[in-house]
């Protein structure tokens, strides 16, 4: 299995822009969550989907930010109008409900925002 | 709330050295611990796994017991090599409660020679 992708794996944009990061989780899986994290702040769940519903986005820090999934093989989570304080690595997790919970990671796509 | 507190790192270590990472937890009902690891530039990995009070999860010379009476997941390794260096989770799940993870906020480790 190739793990779950992310893309791109590096963004650079200027304040104002807007940003879409993508995620395909592994196949199978029923469960999908995109975290961020910082120096400052950590790891951060934002939202999670179960079988491509959204059940908890109570991390999504403000409007500006939004997550879909129109199908089981692909999420995105979105920052519109982006700014510097969004600067952080962004992570997709997927995972498979009722088999012990374990998420697999993917590898990150690192925003940075001038 | 549910949440995990684990000791602040950086932990640094002489390779061949005993590692111990504390974590503790609060939890309102019976969750399933997990230690993550993240190396350097990558996402996080689970690295062991414990469902049930007194389990304990191995991996890779990595362990971590289950103490329900201390609500406490330490992580342990005998010797640690420099490739162990990374930042270590600890992380839980509310057995019934949706499949949320709460996290530690991570300890770096880092091993020289």
């Known amino acids: 299995d190739a793990g779950v992708i992310q893309s791109p794996r590096h963004e650079v944009t200027e304040m104002g822009q807007e940003v879409t990061l993508r995620c395909k989780p592994i196949?199978?899986?029923?469960?999908l969550f995109w975290y961020r994290q910082t120096m400052m702040r950590g790891l951060e769940l934002l939202i999670y989907f179960n079988n491509n519903v959204p059940i908890d986005d109570s991390g999504m820090p403000e409007d500006r930010f939004s997550a879909k999934m129109p199908n089981a093989s692909f999420s995105t989570l979105k920052i519109q109008p982006s700014e510097p304080r969004d600067s952080a690595v962004y992570f997709c997790?997927?995972?498979?409900?009722?088999?012990?919970?374990?998420?697999?990671f993917g590898p990150g796509t690192r925003l940075t925002v001038t | 709330g549910d949440s995990v507190t684990q000791m602040e790192g950086p932990v640094t270590l002489s390779e061949e050295a005993f590692l111990t990472i504390n974590c503790t937890y609060t939890?309102?009902?019976?969750?399933?611990l997990f230690w993550y690891v993240q190396y350097p530039g990558e996402g996080l990995q689970l690295l062991l796994k414990?469902?049930?009070?007194?389990d304990k999860g191995s991996n890779k010379g990595f362990e971590a017991t289950y103490r329900k009476e201390t609500t406490s997941f330490h992580l342990e390794k005998g010797s640690v090599q420099v490739s162990d260096s990374a930042v270590y989770f600890c992380?839980?799940?509310?057995?019934?409660?949706?499949?949320?993870?709460?996290f530690g906020t991570g300890t770096q480790l880092k091993v020289e020679l």
């Open positions: 414990a469902t049930k009070a007194d």
């Open positions: 997790a997927s995972s498979f409900v009722a088999s012990s919970y374990e998420q697999y």
């Open positions: 939890a309102t009902g019976y969750p399933s």
């Open positions: 196949s199978g899986h029923n469960s």
């Open positions: 992380a839980l799940i509310l057995t019934g409660g949706g499949n949320k993870l709460t």
